[in-house]
């Protein structure tokens, strides 16, 4: 599966901490994160990232379009509720293209701990049905 990482500034700490705690799950799949937050979870986990740009200068949008393209299959993106980001607009746009295309989308520490369980268990194998049927352009 391909899995997006993201975490806005205050909330760096909990995902660094979380992607700590569930490595060996994490390394059975593809990840992908916004610049800054891929950078903390290489130097605290040693697992291959392929990094996007900073979410203010785009990564939210990059990894929108892999959405879009069917290559994104689940995404723990920790947002902070309590500070305004210059980039809102970006980061609703990624949510709703989570919700248009039914991709299992964890903002906070409660849900991730459900999805990334699920993840392990093979609750997200339907997303490989959708892989097969050809109607992405990768893996
Ligand atoms: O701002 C972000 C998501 O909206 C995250 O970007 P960074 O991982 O580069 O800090």
Redesign the pocket.
Known sequence: MNIAL????NK?NDLVQFATAYQTIFSKHTLF????????IQEATGLPITRF?????G??QEIGAMIAKNNMDAIF?F?DPLTA?P?EP??TA?VRLCDVYSIPLATNMGTAELLIRGLDEGFLEWRNILHKNGKSDER
């Open positions: 993201i975490a806005h500034d760096k994160a916004t610049g800054t937050t891929g950078m903390r740009q900073s979410g203010p200068l990564g939210d993106f947002r980001q980039h970006d980061v990624l």
